[in-house]
């Protein structure tokens, strides 16, 4: 895993991509920012300031309101590693919201998406 790439990159880069896989699959911008909001405790008004100030993905998470207490029920394989062995805790965040919305892409129920 290319662990200093990650960390270079800005989660204002990212999120329009978030947006186009879960969008070609049938689901909606807002689908996206309800995942977002769940793991990292953003609201929308904060989302955009972050996408604003092109903070990078460890400002991005540093500056969450609150990391969901249910991320620990966050688990399968993405990108070839399971998000849940994931050691470097940045990078488990990231893989954290890349599973999420993952699944969104997938069709899963939103309700089972936030672990509800």
């Known amino acids: 895993m290319d662990n200093a790439r990650i960390?270079?990159?800005?989660?204002?880069?990212?999120y329009p991509m978030y947006v186009q896989k879960a969008e070609r699959k049938g689901r909606i911008k807002e689908e996206v920012d309800t995942v977002i909001f769940w793991l990292t405790?953003?609201?929308k008004v904060q989302l955009q300031q972050q996408i604003n100030n092109q903070n990078d993905f460890e400002a991005f998470f540093d500056q969450a309101p609150k990391i969901n207490?249910?991320?620990a029920k966050i688990t399968g394989v993405i990108c070839g590693y399971r998000v849940?062995?994931?050691e470097d805790p940045l990078i488990r965040k990231v893989r954290y919201l890349d599973k999420l919305?993952?699944?969104l892409a997938k069709g899963k129920q939103l309700e089972k998406i936030l672990r509800a």
């Open 41 to 43: 405790g953003y609201d």
């Open 101 to 103: 919305i993952d699944e």
């Open 7 to 14: 960390y270079r990159m800005t989660f204002a880069s990212v």
């Open 84 to 86: 849940e062995n994931i």
């Open 69 to 71: 207490p249910n991320v």
